[in-house]
């Protein structure tokens, strides 16, 4: 009953107070009252959660599903050679996508008791399979086994290929037949599904699989009592297919992002039991960890992932092995991986504001990876700017919808692949349409608060790589013009620094957060 109220209270939060989704204003032309300030880290969970939906994706072969075939629930750990528990010092292989930081926090040791045999990086990404000894046994833990690679939870490069239409046609259940009205359209339940995906850079092949295991929906009719909650959240605010994906989403980001950058150690039950989540772990099974804990008690719980019939074995008779998928990919942080080479977004000579500093790149749960940039052009509060933003480097525009623009740098044409730059509050009006190329500097849009609401107009701009949303800090630099973006202490708190020049994030686009392109 606690979690159910819990939910619903969060789900209220996001109806009441809609005007939080992106509260930024225009720069110091254009001032706003007192009560639009910075919100605090209590008001993130609100931030800008709205979906839009994503050109379709090129076909592909999607198989004929068929029953769920039973495999081992005892899947081999992460990593082989792993010291066993109690053993002093205990060795960690590093996973792509580990930091130092992150790796302390999953021990909880300092990060200066961590020690190796050979040089690793003390801020950025470590090299996968580097062995690091921590300075202390760590006590056995519950639920030490590997659940879901981290490129089947992501919309990635193991989804690009993924036709979701063509799989739900094929498979025939009742998802097939399903229509809801979402965003004043009327959608099929694949179409919500791609939907939902895309727009969260969430792999559709796990919510199928989530969604199949937890109603039938997929393969076959419904089991459930309660068709308008087909994954068994049952919030009354949150009915239909599309808001029950949209918080199992919301779940799966914050065990991800969590566990990425350590700030996610414990597991808590929905009858309040707690659990200290195992540290050799990847995050794409602490996302899986995460959203049924919202979803079941602990004995459910247990049932639904390391019992004999549970969530991976649906997946692997929809999908086969995900493991295999994963090792055909590659892991979707590749050792030495480097900044792409960004300009500011917009022209040279032209000043614009540092309004908002590190924030949620997109969506509950992703990580504190955009920042908020806005024109000076004293015009008013949500005009569609005069001012244009530009194009940070070379690229294909992969999706341009709904205030949104997907900026593929490796010219694929793919969002699951490579870098991508997302600008998001971009006006309808001239706003560069998918599929064109560009060079550096070409046009992208008009800032404007088009979108999720805004209290003044500007450009979020956000990172991606394969598939997963990058942190401001911790992981790869964000650099632009030379210029590298740092987080501060609270949401949108942050600056950006160029030797001994900085420029401080103000939500009123101060003097100190100004600044100009060379």
């Known amino acids: 009953m606690k979690h159910r109220l819990k939910i619903f209270l969060l789900s209220l939060v996001l109806f009441v107070f809609p005007i939080l989704a992106c509260n930024l204003p225009i720069g110091p032309d254009a001032r706003r009252p007192a009560a639009t300030a910075t919100p605090d880290a209590a008001v993130q969970a609100t931030q800008e959660a709205q979906l839009f939906p994503f050109p379709t994706l090129a076909p592909a072969d999607p198989g004929v599903p068929g029953a769920p075939t039973p495999v081992d629930p005892g899947l081999a750990p992460l990593q082989p050679g792993q010291s066993p528990f109690g053993d002093l010092p205990y060795t960690y292989f590093t996973q792509p996508g580990d930091t130092l930081s992150a790796v302390a926090a999953r021990f909880q040791v300092p990060p200066e008791s961590i020690t190796a045999d050979e040089a690793f990086p003390e801020v950025g990404l470590i090299p996968a399979g580097h062995a690091l000894r921590m300075p202390e046994p760590f006590p056995p833990s519950a639920y030490p086994n590997a659940l879901m690679p981290d490129s089947e939870v992501v919309y990635g490069p193991s989804a690009a290929d993924f036709d979701t239409a063509a799989y739900v046609a094929s498979a025939g259940g009742y998802l097939s037949t399903y229509k809801e009205m979402v965003d004043n359209a009327t959608l099929s339940g694949a179409q919500i599904v791609q939907k939902v995906a895309i727009e969260t850079s969430t792999n559709p092949r796990l919510l199928l699989a989530v969604l199949e295991h937890q109603s039938g929906w997929v393969l076959g009719q419904p089991r459930n009592a309660q068709p308008q909650y087909p994954l068994g959240f049952s919030v009354g605010t949150h009915q239909g297919l599309a808001r029950e994906l949209s918080l199992a989403v919301r779940y799966l980001s914050q065990g991800y992002y969590g566990w990425r950058d350590g700030s996610m150690t414990e597991l808590a039950f929905i009858n309040g039991n707690r659990v200290r989540i195992s540290p050799q772990l990847n995050a794409g099974t602490v996302a899986v960890q995460m959203l049924y804990t919202q979803l079941l008690d602990q004995p459910a719980w247990e049932q639904a992932l390391y019992g004999g019939s549970g969530l991976v074995q649906t997946y692997t008779g929809m999908f086969g092995d995900p493991w295999e998928r994963a090792a055909r990919v590659g892991p979707i942080f590749p050792d030495g991986l480097q900044p792409p080479e960004l300009t500011l977004p917009f022209a040279p000579g032209q000043a614009w504001s540092l309004t908002g500093g590190a924030h949620i790149a997109w969506g509950t749960g992703s990580p504190r990876g955009a920042i908020d940039l806005a024109p000076v052009t004293g015009e008013k509060a949500c005009a569609v700017s005069i001012a244009w933003a530009l194009a940070a480097a070379p690229g294909v525009v992969a999706r341009s919808e709904r205030a949104g623009v997907a900026l593929d740098l490796d010219m694929d044409g793919s969002e699951a692949t490579g870098w991508v730059l997302f600008y998001y509050h971009m006006a309808n009006h001239e706003r560069v349409k998918a599929g064109t190329v560009l060079e550096q500097d070409e046009r992208i849009g008009h800032p404007s608060c088009e979108g999720t609401r805004a209290t003044g107009t500007h450009l979020h701009l956000a990172r991606k790589y394969n598939g997963e949303w990058l942190?401001?800090?911790?992981?790869?630099?964000?650099?632009?013009?030379?210029?590298?973006?740092?987080?501060?202490?609270?949401?949108?708190?942050?600056?950006?620094?160029?030797?001994?020049?900085?420029?401080?994030?103000?939500?009123?686009?101060?003097?100190?957060?100004?600044?100009?392109?060379?």
């Open 471 to 518: 942190p401001l800090d911790g992981m790869v630099p964000f650099v632009m013009s030379g210029w590298t973006a740092h987080a501060g202490q609270r949401v949108y708190e942050g600056f950006l620094i160029r030797g001994d020049q900085i420029v401080t994030a103000h939500p009123d686009g101060e003097r100190g957060a100004l600044i100009i392109r060379d």
